[in-house]
């Protein structure tokens, strides 16, 4: 069933900023990919796959999210990764795009930073210049992998902070405490890149303050258990610390029973500046006007609750102030017909 609020969500001017490309793999690329690559995967076809992504938790996740990148080999795979994902965002009123990737993921299994990071700027200037949609590049460190080990991805960013605006920091958060990569950070923000990092997700409120106090984070991922403390809340509050939430992926890795508990109103109603987004949209079962159709549904926000998700996206974003009030100011002229017989 098509609600008013669908037709709202459709076209409405947004921006993600927690997307992992990796995670846009759909099972029909995998297995094309795979044939181009010669690859030998666990799946004969699409349905297997599918049928394969049912998660008890992130780390059970992660192990199929890992395996599936084994079919990214060329530089051109890393192309048309990000390409199918651009053109499916181009119907998705998606304006503006900060996409994660994990180079460690790749160069661990002996494909060159520079193939990675050549596929997917290439796609990113082409969606710019034929689809309107403008992006950054966040670098994430795999916390489940010694620092030493993401110091090599740092040197290697550094000879191209021309594509790479910020460092991220992903993969099982539990028992890989943000402290563990303390000096990374700081070299990394020495270098002139913006820290986020995923925090709360799984790992308890304190993480979130640690990503805050020790890693000095510009914005923090996911963030749901920054909920359970008060004073934590206030301080986000203060300081407007963005949070990307993603509430397909948080029902999908049981972080939450029911999608009607997803703290996103409650982030909303504190004064957070809350997002809406992805993750992983090809393994959670949703893009992200799904995840917006989705919660606004279970949690019941309002359309006015739902705009001020799509101006948070552009608020939140690492876009320039002049640009953060234009992409502002597409909204409010987009919704001026759905809320004229509004109040
Ligand atoms: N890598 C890809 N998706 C992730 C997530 N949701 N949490 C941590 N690491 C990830
Ligand atoms: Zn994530």
Do not use: W
Request: with cysteine.
């Amino acid at each position: 069933m098509t609600t008013d609020f669908d037709k709202l969500i459709d076209g409405l001017p947004k921006a993600e900023l927690h997307l992992h490309i990796e995670g846009t793999l759909e099972p029909e690329m995998m297995l094309a990919l795979a044939r181009r690559n010669n690859v030998t995967l666990p799946y004969a076809t699409a349905e297997d796959i599918n049928a394969a992504y049912q998660f008890d938790g992130l780390q059970d996740f992660l192990d199929l999210y890992y395996a599936g990148m084994s079919v990214l080999i060329e530089e051109r795979d890393f192309h048309d990764l990000t390409h199918a994902y651009l053109d499916k965002m181009a119907v998705q009123g998606l304006t503006h795009v900060e996409i994660f990737f994990d180079p460690q993921g790749h160069t661990d299994r002996g494909i060159a930073f520079e193939t990675v990071l050549g596929g997917i700027t290439s796609a990113l200037e082409e969606g710019e210049r034929e689809l309107g949609i403008t992006s950054k590049l966040i670098m994430c460190f795999l916390r489940h992998l010694p620092e030493e080990e993401a110091f090599g991805a740092l040197t290697s960013a550094c000879q191209h902070k021309e594509h790479i605006h910020g460092v991220g920091l992903d993969s099982g958060e539990a028992g890989n405490p943000p402290a563990n990569f303390a000096r990374v950070y700081a070299a990394a923000r020495q270098e002139g890149f913006i820290p986020v990092a995923h925090a709360g997700e799984e790992g308890p409120a304190a993480y979130v303050t640690d990503a805050l106090d020790i890693l000095q984070v510009a914005r923090v991922d996911h963030g749901n258990h920054a909920l359970d403390d008060p004073a934590l809340v206030a301080r986000l509050v203060r300081a407007q610390t963005p949070l990307t939430m993603c509430p397909l992926s948080n029902l999908r890795l049981k972080g939450i029973p029911t999608l009607d508990q997803h703290p996103i109103k409650r982030a909303l109603d504190a004064g957070l500046l809350a997002t809406v987004n992805s993750d992983d949209p090809s393994y959670f079962g949703g893009y992200i006007n799904d995840n917006y159709k989705a919660v606004s549904q279970a949690v019941g926000l309002s359309a006015r609750e739902i705009i001020t998700l799509a101006k948070n996206s552009f608020a939140a974003s690492f876009l320039d102030d002049y640009e953060k009030q234009a992409r502002i100011d597409a909204v409010d002229r987009y919704v001026e017909p759905f809320t004229r017989d509004a109040d």
